[in-house]
């Protein structure tokens, strides 16, 4: 059977990604590479899928503007979206890819879209984030 903790762990090395933190027994990494936009990304290896979330910022006012343009955005997004938490006031980036097959290149595209979005969106979510 594969270690799927030990082999995205490896991957997130290989790609110099810093693990902030790492708990095998809840299958959970925490990375960042600032210098990427990626800053406390959460990664749960939870079979059949890795599970890759990033907090972006709070909704303060709800707003139709806000939602429209996310929604929007997320048609340019190569791998992941932007998603809304349970209580819909904070807006996150997931992204979920099948862990079975993972391959380094898949994770590096997932991290490089991330990493786009971050660097061409930063306006509207500075913006978005003073609502």
């Known amino acids: 059977m594969k270690d799927h903790f030990q082999i995205t762990k490896?991957?997130?090395l290989e790609l110099n990604f810093n693990i902030t933190y790492e708990n095998r027994d809840e299958e959970l990494i925490v990375v960042q590479k600032e210098a990427f936009g990626i800053k406390n990304l959460i990664l749960?290896?939870?079979?059949?899928v890795l599970i890759m979330e990033q907090f972006v910022f709070n909704i303060n006012n709800q707003s139709d503007k806000i939602f429209k343009s996310l929604l929007q955005k997320n048609r340019d997004?190569?791998?992941?979206a932007f998603v809304l938490d349970e209580?819909?006031?904070?807006?996150?980036f997931r992204d979920t890819l099948q862990i079975e097959n993972l391959d380094l290149n898949e994770l590096e595209g997932s991290?490089?879209?991330l990493s786009l979005l971050m660097s061409e969106y930063s306006d509207k979510i500075i913006e978005f984030s003073k609502y």
């Open 111 to 113: 991290l490089n879209s």
């Open 87 to 92: 209580s819909g006031k904070r807006v996150i």
């Open 10 to 12: 490896n991957y997130l």
């Open 77 to 80: 997004i190569i791998h992941g």
């Open 44 to 48: 749960g290896v939870s079979p059949p």
